[in-house]
């Protein structure tokens, strides 16, 4: 085995993380490699990773589908307009592989325009100057590289209670593809992927019941925001039974026979599906970390600094395989940073402006710290907060659910988190992390004109609010 191809960067996962700093990399004019061994279900290499094969998108495909059909079945009437609907699963499934397929090919086109090469087959390191890559083939290839960017993304974390069967015991993968709609279906995890996928599911008209360990709903959101979302998930029908621990899940022919325990008593309940979505790890174990001397931690999380350096100079790693939060647009900023280091540049990521999103409906999306984390540090804070019933967009829009929370410092007013859950959440706070990001004041927020009639002008009542001047409420 000779080394064969030689390249400044080669990044190990083709996923937001890697196929970013790919694109970057060689942006910058590095001879860039980027090995990626992902086959779709329909046995096509594929690029993009968790996030646009199993993740992120097909997830708001089916969310975005499932969101038509309910507002078709319960809301519309309210706009006078009569509806019949039905479903039809196969083709709402067949919508988001299409659009899978889409934006797959997509980032093959921009690696084309951009001369990244994408060599498909998985990489092991032999030394830190080189991997091994073996093709679905099993054939192998050594390829060199000055730069290693490791982007190997993660996996989700099994239960040993409950073990994936593909068939009525399915992980997040399997949920974003069952081929009909289950009567009944238990979620074990109440967290991101479990409010998610259990919302498609019920709007669909699954009986869902969510089996959650702790006794705590969302508990790094704010206190408000978990307690506001678990009365309305609850609402809407979601089953959620916090402080229940699954003993075991056994499939048979036609139903799982799931048996937990809540509050001292033992339960057993049947359903025609288990979904488990429990978190995720690190998918670091078959890199050859061993070979170049990097170390991971407990959970598999390969130890970086604030630069994504690991402990071996000309290795990198980024997203889901190191630490912070797992989310996509997380991952691509550090292959951005690590490009950009690479060449030379300043780069710097504040982590306390990584905005979150969960995609249920309402919204929930969040930027900067919440108050028991403020409370914990014994920062003297002030907030405030506009209820989305005192919108006017939001009455005209019929979705006058939740609220803004800005939450600013007592002594200086500059805005230390910002907390909505509502409508279009995920947009809104798009300005908050602007307005975090410039070290923006809860007053420049108030001072900002916002339009009318909009719900960003909940953010601007909300920035008002905080020195008790809010005009709607
Ligand atoms: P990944 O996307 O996991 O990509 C890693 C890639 O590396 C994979 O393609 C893998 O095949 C490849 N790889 C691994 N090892 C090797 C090897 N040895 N050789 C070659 N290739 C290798 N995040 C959000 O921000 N917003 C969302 O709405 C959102 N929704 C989600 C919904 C679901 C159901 C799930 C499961 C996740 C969701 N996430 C979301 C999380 C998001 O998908 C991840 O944070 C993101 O994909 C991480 O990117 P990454 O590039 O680090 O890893
Ligand atoms: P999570 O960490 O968000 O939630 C897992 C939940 O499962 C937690 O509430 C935990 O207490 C619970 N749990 C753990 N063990 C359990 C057990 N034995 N029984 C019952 N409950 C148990 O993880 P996830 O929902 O699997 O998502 C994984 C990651 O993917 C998240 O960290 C998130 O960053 C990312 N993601 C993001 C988005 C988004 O940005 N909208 C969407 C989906 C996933």
Redesign the pocket.
């Known amino acids: 085995m000779v080394a064969k191809k030689t390249y400044d960067v080669l990044i190990i996962g083709g996923g937001p993380a890697g196929y970013v700093a790919a694109i970057r990399c060689a942006q910058l004019g590095f001879n860039t490699g980027c090995v990626e061994r992902w086959v779709s279900d329909k046995k096509k290499p594929a690029l993009g990773g968790t996030c646009l094969n199993v993740?992120?998108i097909p997830?708001k495909a089916l969310l975005d589908s499932s969101h038509h059909f309910e507002f078709l079945q319960k809301e519309c009437g309210a706009h006078g307009i009569e509806a019949e609907a039905t479903i039809d699963v196969a083709k709402m499934m067949a919508r988001k592989d299409k659009i899978v397929s889409g934006l797959t090919q997509g980032i093959a086109g921009l690696f084309k325009k951009n001369k990244v090469d994408w060599l498909q087959g998985s990489a092991c390191f032999k030394d830190p100057k080189t991997v091994v890559v073996t093709n679905t083939s099993g054939q192998e290839d050594e390829v060199g590289a000055s730069h290693f960017i490791i982007a190997s993304g993660?996996v989700?974390?099994e239960?040993g209670?409950a073990k994936i069967d593909s068939g009525h015991i399915v992980d997040?993968s399997g949920a974003l593809s069952l081929k009909e709609i289950p009567k009944r279906a238990c979620v074990?995890?109440?967290?991101?992927?479990?409010l998610?996928l259990g919302s498609v599911w019920r709007r669909l008209g699954t009986d869902v019941t969510v089996?959650?360990?702790?006794p705590n709903f969302?508990?790094t959101t704010d206190l408000s925001i978990s307690k506001e979302a678990l009365k309305i998930f609850k609402r809407q029908g979601l089953d959620i039974k916090l402080g229940?621990?699954?003993l075991s899940a056994g499939s048979h022919e036609k139903h799982v026979e799931v048996k937990y325990q809540i509050a001292e008593s033992e339960k057993i309940e049947n359903f025609d599906k288990v979904i488990v979505?429990?978190?995720?790890r690190a998918n670091t174990s078959d890199l050859g970390l061993d070979k170049v001397a990097i170390s991971t931690d407990e959970r598999g999380f390969i130890k970086v600094d604030d630069l994504c350096r690991t402990s071996v100079e000309n290795i990198y790693a980024i997203g889901d395989c190191v630490r912070g939060?797992?989310?996509?647009h997380k991952a691509s900023e550090e292959g951005v940073s690590v490009a950009e280091h690479l060449a030379g540049q300043k780069s710097h990521i504040d982590f306390n402006n990584v905005p979150?999103?969960?995609?249920t409906w309402p919204e929930i999306a969040w930027v900067g710290k919440n108050e028991q984390q403020l409370t914990q540090e014994s920062r003297a804070f002030k907030s405030g907060v506009f209820p989305f019933l005192a919108s006017g967009r939001a009455h005209a829009m019929g979705d006058n659910q939740g609220f803004v929370k800005v939450i600013a410092d007592a002594n200086t007013d500059s805005i230390l988190g910002v907390h909505i859950i509502g409508a279009n959440a995920s947009e809104l706070i798009a300005e908050a992390v602007l307005a975090m990001e410039f070290g923006a004041s809860a007053e420049d927020l108030a001072r900002t004109i916002h339009g009318h009639p909009t719900l960003s002008e909940s953010l601007h009542e909300a920035a008002l609010a905080v020195d008790s001047r809010a005009i709607h409420f």
Do not use: D, H, Q, T
Request: aromatic residues 6%.
């Open positions: 993740g992120c997830s993660s989700p974390i239960l209670s997040s074990i995890g109440a967290g991101v992927i479990g998610e089996l959650e360990a702790s969302l508990p229940a621990k699954v979505a429990v978190g995720r939060p797992m989310l996509a979150w999103v969960i995609y």
